[in-house]
Structure formats: C-alpha cells, structure tokens
T-cell receptor, first 116, second 109 residues
Framework: DTEVTQTPKHLVMGMTNKKSLKCEQH?????MYWYKQKAKKPPELMFV???????INESVPSRFSPECPNSSLLNLHLHALQPEDSALYLC???????????????FGNGTRLTVT | EDKVVQSPLSLVVHEGDTVTLNCSYE??????LLWYKQEKKAPTFLFML????IEKKSGRLSSILDKKELFSILNITATQTGDSAVYLC?????????FGKGTKLSVKP
C-alpha cells in the first residue's frame, strides 16, 4: 500500500454522468499531481498543484476539472467523458517543487475508470 | 522535444539471472532521473539520481547516472519472480516528470 490514497479504486460511468475522483496524502507534501495512464503506456501528466494553486495544466479538455481543497486533498471532477477517456488515473504527491527540486513523486494506486 | 528512451522494451530472464535496463534522455533543464517499478497499480519509487557516477543501491537493485552521455542503467542481480514488473525511467525537467515507455521484465522460475 502507498501513502497516497485514491478512491474509488474502480469506476464505471456513462457519458452523461458526473463523478469525482479523490486523492489524499498526509506526508506534508505541498505538490500534488494527476496523471492519466492508458494500457501499456507510461503515465501522462494532466495537472500539477503546488501549494494548493494550479501550476501546470497540460492542455487537458475541460471535461476534466481539478480541485485542491487543501494541501492534503486533490479531486478530479469528471463530466461528459468519452469512451477514450477510459484509463488508470494516478494521483501523486511530492515535497516542494517535485523533481524540479530533487523530490521524488509518490504515487497512489490509481482509479481504474471505464466510460461506457 | 524532450524525450526519454528505454531499452529493451521487454525482457524475459530466468530466476538468478542479472539484468541491466537502460534509459537515455534528451531534455532541457535536466534536474533528476528517477526509476520506478510498476506492477499492477501504483508506480513504486526506486531511485532518484542527480549526480554522475554515484551508484545508488538498494538490496539487489542498483543504478547509476552518466550526465555526460545522458543515460542511466538499472541493474538487478539474482533476479526473482517478484521482480517481474514494468520498470519506468523518468526525467525531471521544468517541474514535470517525462516518462519513458518502460521495460517489461518477466522473470521465469
């Protein structure tokens, strides 16, 4: 088990549904990340929050909406997704600055999302 | 364009063998190189390398970075079936991690 907790572990949703993915860490990390990973592919960065402010948005469609309510929590709100959005969604956290300042990312176990 | 290239893409060995996984990179503003092991779920952090020539070691795993030739290797000695996984190399640059495609290692009994 990792120190980054993601819920739910699995999610099946229709294209008209609204759902949210949740991520929590209690390591005192100040940077949190959302990655998307398709089968047999490496993780792809979606969003980075640093000190609860969105610092990187990798041109992600607006049907994905991140939220960082506090330094321990990170949400990803989903609305009107497409079947091609089906993937493993990984949350990660790191100390200040992440790899930029030589701090490794620690990943959660992910939410496996299926859009029908 | 920044890129991280891992080789081989897949590898099948028998228990007890020693393996070497390769990672080469071309990125602007290199900060660090990280190795992760991914089984079915979360990538698990193995090593972070920032300086050339300094070997990092953890049990049967070791890694080293060459910043002049822009590559790193991950060695696993006396492999076990539990080492079967995808090994991801990632390079830290501009606040992001750029991942390679991974090496899928299968260790047969």
């Amino acid at each position: 088990d990792t120190e980054v907790t993601q819920t739910p572990k699995h999610l099946v949703m229709g294209m008209t549904n609204k759902k949210s993915l949740k991520c929590e860490q209690h390591m005192g990390h100040r940077a949190m990340y959302w990655y998307k990973q398709k089968a047999k592919k490496p993780p792809e960065l979606m969003f980075v929050y640093s000190y609860e402010k969105l610092s990187i948005n990798e041109s992600v469609p607006s049907r994905f909406s991140p939220e960082c309510p506090n330094s321990s929590l990170l949400n990803l709100h989903l609305h009107a997704l497409q079947p091609e959005d089906s993937a493993l969604y990984l949350c990660a956290s790191s100390q200040d600055g992440g790899p930029q300042r030589n701090s490794p990312l620690h990943f959660g176990n992910g939410t496996r999302l299926t859009v029908t | 364009e920044d890129k991280v290239v891992q080789s081989p893409l897949s590898l099948v060995v028998h228990e007890g063998d020693t393996v070497t996984l390769n990672c080469s990179y071309e990125v602007t503003n290199f900060r660090s190189l990280l190795w992760y092991k991914q089984e079915k779920k979360a990538p698990t952090f193995l090593f972070m390398l920032t300086s050339s020539g300094i070997e990092k070691k953890s049990g049967r795993l070791s890694s080293i970075l060459d910043k002049k030739e822009l590559f790193s290797i991950l060695n696993i000695t006396a492999t076990q079936t539990g080492d079967s996984a995808v090994y991801l190399c990632a390079v830290g640059s501009q606040g992001n991690l750029i991942f390679g495609k991974g090496t899928k290692l299968s260790v047969k009994p």
